[in-house]
C-alpha cells in the first residue's frame, strides 16, 4: 500500500509541477541572457522554484514506488503519465491563470484515457513474488 501512496503523491507533484512551470513561464524571458539569464529568471520566481523542488519530489517519489516487487511498471507508468494528462488538462480547464478551454472532443479524450489507465490498473494480474 506504501508503495501506491507515493505512486499517487509522485503523480500529484508531477502534475503540480507541470502546473507551476506552465504558470511560471507565461511572462517570458526564460530565453533573454542566455542560460545565466534563464537560472536568474527561474531563481527569481518562487513559482518556477515550487515547480522544480515538485519535479525533484516527484522522482523520489516514483523511484520509490518502483522498488515494489508487486507494482509492475506496465502499471505504474501509465497511471504517471495518463493521470498526469487528466489532472492537468481538468486543472488548466478551472485554474484562472491558465484559462484553458477543453472541447467536447478533449473531454471525452480525457475520460477514454482515465479509462484506460483505469484498466491497466486493476485488470493487469499480479507480478509473481
Do not use: H
Not at 501506491?4 to 533573454?32: D, E, F, P, R, Y
Not at 539569464?37 to 523542488?53: E, M, N, Q, T, Y
Request: glycine share 14%; aromatic share 8%; net charge positive.
Amino acid at each position: 500500500m506504501k508503495f501506491i501512496i507515493a505512486l499517487c503523491g509522485a503523480l500529484v507533484l508531477n502534475a503540480i509541477a507541470n502546473l507551476s512551470m506552465k504558470i511560471g513561464t507565461q511572462g517570458g524571458g526564460l530565453t533573454n541572457g542566455g542560460p545565466v539569464g534563464a537560472i536568474k529568471a527561474v531563481l527569481g520566481s518562487p513559482v518556477l522554484l515550487i515547480g522544480l523542488i515538485c519535479f525533484g519530489c516527484n522522482v523520489f517519489l516514483y523511484m520509490y514506488a518502483l522498488q515494489s516487487k508487486t507494482l509492475q511498471i506496465s502499471v505504474a507508468y501509465p497511471i504517471m503519465v495518463g493521470g498526469g494528462y487528466a489532472i492537468i488538462s481538468v486543472s488548466a480547464f478551472f485554474l484562472p491563470s491558465l484559462n484553458e478551454r477543453l472541447s467536447a472532443g478533449q473531454w471525452v479524450g480525457v475520460a477514454l484515457i482515465l479509462a484506460g489507465v483505469l484498466t491497466v490498473a486493476f485488470l493487469t494480474p499480479a507480478a509473481p513474488d
